[in-house]
């Protein structure tokens, strides 16, 4: 009979986590949403003041040897802006196309997955003019850190010659 209730005790425990780890991934999905529609107007302004530092100030200094270094930084950080932008830009379209399903398959690879996810929805959808900004946040997102890197080891190389008397 102890073996009987031990059982029926394991057995409730397992629905339990089982039920608990669903409330808690539709907790997690539901709060991202909401965190999303908070944060993405802010983030929106945040993109575009970030956007125009890129090409008046941080493009600029990445042209002089001298300040190739703050320039690296400056589109690195600016990555992140893109980044974060539209992976709540994605959540929130997916959630919107296809629902919780998709935003917690999208979330299961590795937390990305909702921007393919958002792209393919939107495809699927015809809604062209959010593919066309969710490819173009991509770009900014993967292209200012690839520059920003590229600056980062230019600056490296520049260090290396001065240090070992490369000097041209």
Do not use: H, N
Request: charged share 10%; hydrophobic share 60%; proline share 2%.
């Amino acid at each position: 009979m102890i073996d009987l209730l031990k059982s029926i005790g394991g057995f409730l425990l397992v629905i339990a986590l089982i039920i608990g780890s669903v409330f808690l991934v539709i907790f997690f999905i539901k709060g991202g949403i909401w965190l999303s529609v908070k944060v993405l107007p802010w983030l929106s302004i945040a993109l575009w003041v970030v956007l125009a530092l890129d090409i008046l100030l941080i493009l600029p200094l990445g042209i002089f040897d001298k300040t190739k270094a703050i320039s690296a930084v400056g589109f690195i950080s600016s990555s992140y802006v893109y980044g974060l932008t539209l992976w709540f830009w994605a959540l929130l379209i997916t959630y919107i196309l296809w629902g919780g399903i998709a935003v917690f398959i999208g979330l299961i690879i590795a937390g990305v997955g909702v921007v393919p996810m958002a792209v393919i929805a939107t495809m699927l959808t015809g809604d062209w003019a959010s593919v066309l900004q969710l490819v173009l946040l991509l770009l900014l997102t993967y292209g200012s850190r690839l520059l920003g890197y590229y600056l980062a080891q230019r600056v490296d190389e520049l260090t290396y010659q001065s240090d070992y008397g490369f000097d041209s």
